[in-house]
């Protein structure tokens, strides 16, 4: 059993509306030093696999064909086996 754990985030050339908001409201709080907000996502998940090459592959197309956008959105992904203990929670 292994963990995927993916990020997803807009191109650096898409307008991220979320994350000028965002920013937006810290600096109205006071908060002048922070900037370039870009708000993303965090998608964890359990795929079980032979092997951590398979787990991978499956982690891959997943983040590609269902958890980003490929026009707008890039992704990065993680992938860890799991504990016995973990696995069985």
């Known amino acids: 059993m ?3 754990e993916v990020d997803v985030m807009l191109r650096p ?14 600096h109205s709080l006071g908060y002048d030093g922070a900037g ?3 708000m993303g996502k965090h998608i964890t998940l359990e795929i079980r696999a ?3 090459a398979e ?6 197309e997943i983040a590609g064909k269902v958890l980003s956008n490929p ?5 990065s992904l993680t992938v860890t086996e799991m504990k016995t203990e ?4």
Do not use: C, P, W, Y
């Open 71 to 75: 026009i707008m959105e890039d992704f």
């Open 13 to 26: 050339a898409i307008l991220d509306v979320q994350g000028k908001t965002v920013e937006n409201a810290l």
């Open 86 to 89: 973990e696995a069985a929670s």
């Open 36 to 38: 370039h907000v870009r």
């Open 50 to 52: 032979e092997s951590r």
């Open 55 to 60: 787990a991978e592959r499956i982690a891959e």
């Open 2 to 4: 292994f963990k995927a």
